[in-house]
Each structure stands twice: as C-alpha cells, then as structure tokens.
C-alpha cells in the first residue's frame, strides 16, 4: 500500500522524478540527492513499510538480492574499491525518513567517509545474558 504523504512512496511510484538506476514491479533504485560517495543509491520499495519491521519477509528477501544486483553493477561501472550497505531503523538509529530504504554506497580509496561505530568490549558473561535474552 502507497502512503499518500509520503515522499518516498512518491519517489518510488514515479510521482516525483528521480535519477533512476533500476526499476521493476516492486522496487525503484535512484541515485541520492545528497550522497555520501560518487554514486550513492537508494533501493526504495513502491509498497510503503515504516522501517525493515513492517517489510514483509518476501520484500526482504527481494530487497538483498536487488542490492547483489545493483553492487555488482557499481563495481563494474564505477570501478569502486568497496560498497556499504546501510539500513537505519528509527530515529535513535538514523532513519530520517519513514519508509523503508537500503543505502548502497560505493566506497573508494580515500573518499573520505568514515562509516561505522565504535567497538567496546563485552564480559563473556554479558555476552551470555545477551545471548540467552534474545534466543528465548
């Protein structure tokens, strides 16, 4: 289902113009306004779903072999050393827009960007409990 005030519904559905890589019956793949690295994409479902909690498990699915598809063809055109693959889910994790939508992001030799987070350590026992909570 299509969101009416939603500006990635509109996007992904041809309502608003985008520079478009890849589009088929379920996803519309477009270069971001505002990217991070020469050729950031957005894989953008037409069907809306908040955050990767609504997608139903299909488009999930469909979603990951969409972005093999689309980061071995960044590889090959803009012979890019690496590629991310990023997906935030809320505010507190970076989501900005309320639709759901995958980053694939080429990444090349001293482009700058610093992507990631900062590793601590854990005590095999908060492991465990971590562990034995999420496994229930």
Not at 12 to 30: M, Q, W
Not at 61 to 68: E, G
Not at 118 to 123: D, F, H, L, M, N
Request: aromatic share 6%; proline share 4%.
């Amino acid at each position: 289902m299509k969101k009416t005030d939603c500006i990635f519904c509109k996007i992904a559905n041809g309502e608003i113009p985008s520079k478009t890589l890849y589009e088929d019956e379920e996803f519309r793949v477009i270069l971001d306004v505002n990217p991070a690295t020469r050729g950031h994409a957005l894989i953008l479902p037409k069907e809306h779903a908040d955050d990767l909690y609504e997608l139903s498990e299909g488009q999930a699915s469909q979603v990951m072999l969409l972005a093999k598809k689309m980061a071995a063809q960044m590889k090959e055109k803009l012979h890019c050393d690496g590629l991310n693959l990023i997906q935030n889910n809320g505010e507190t994790a970076g989501q900005t827009v309320k639709h759901f939508h995958l980053h694939l992001i080429p990444r090349y030799e001293n482009d700058g960007q610093q992507l990631g987070w900062k590793p601590s350590e854990a005590a095999q026992e908060e492991l465990e409990a971590v562990r034995a909570q999420i496994a229930e």
